[in-house]
């Protein structure tokens, strides 16, 4: 699975969107974006997950560039409860086994 | 629906002992996948278990071992614990193993291990 690179933390005021951007150059074509947060003490949660094209579900929208080689996280108006570490990984769709997880960025949301 | 359960929350044991960790799968699911998380990294995966048979291990000595039940309910077992195995230790269960969406794991809070 293609190795991830993500800021170590970032500040967002309440009710701005938060923009949280991941590098994954050396992306290969079969491999998907997926996005999890972890809010502290609990397990890492599902955000959503996109191949080429943006998604957008209730939680978030994310964007992939055009050469897949960087996506965004975006959570469009951020509440203090979504202050969580938020881990982008790259994996395939095949049979792999386990998702790797790196450092993530921890978003403190501000009031 | 339920979601993925851990059983216990907190455990505390001393080193040498030996721990049994549980977990019950979201409904529907029959692959779990258990992780080791230490303080202040990203979750490590141990192994995953599907349809009662281990189907991939990570990084992690034999003393690791586990069990997926006919109901897909899982346990890991940890043996002669050491005082680096104090960790938050979580399951995760999906549909499936292959396809977009069977990656879409779903974790249960986890169980915190404090290994003295």
């Known amino acids: 699975d293609a190795k991830t690179t993500q800021p170590t933390s970032m500040d967002c005021a309440e009710g701005r969107a938060a923009n949280l951007p991941c590098n994954h150059s050396t992306i290969s074509g079969n491999e998907y974006v997926y996005w999890y947060r972890q809010i502290h003490s609990q397990g890492p949660q599902y955000i959503i997950h996109g191949l080429k094209n943006n998604e957008t579900n209730e939680m978030a929208s994310l964007i992939i560039t055009e050469d897949r080689k960087s996506s965004t996280l975006i959570l469009p108006h951020a509440t203090l409860r979504d202050t969580a570490v938020y881990y982008c990984?790259?994996?395939?769709?095949?049979?792999?086994?386990?998702?790797?997880f790196g450092s993530g960025t921890q978003l403190t949301v501000l009031p | 629906e339920t979601g993925v359960t851990q059983s216990p929350t907190h455990l505390i044991k001393t080193r040498g002992q030996q721990v049994t960790l549980r977990c019950s799968s979201q409904?529907?699911?029959?692959?779990v996948s258990w992780y080791q998380q230490a303080l202040g990294q990203g979750p490590q995966f141990i192994f995953q278990?599907?349809?009662?048979?281990?189907?991939g291990r990570g990084n992690f000595p034999p003393r690791f071992s586990g069990l997926q039940f006919p109901n897909y309910s899982s346990e890991l077992n940890v043996n002669a614990l050491e005082l680096d195995d104090s960790a938050l230790y979580l399951c995760?269960?999906?549909?499936?193993?292959?396809?977009?969406?069977?990656?879409?794991?779903?974790f249960g809070p986890g169980t915190r291990l404090t290994v003295l």
């Open positions: 409904s529907g699911h029959n692959t």
């Open positions: 990984i790259v994996r395939s769709s095949g049979s792999a086994r386990q998702l790797t």
């Open positions: 995760a269960s999906s549909p499936g193993l292959a396809g977009a969406k069977m990656n879409e794991q779903f």
């Open positions: 278990y599907y349809r009662e048979e281990e189907n």
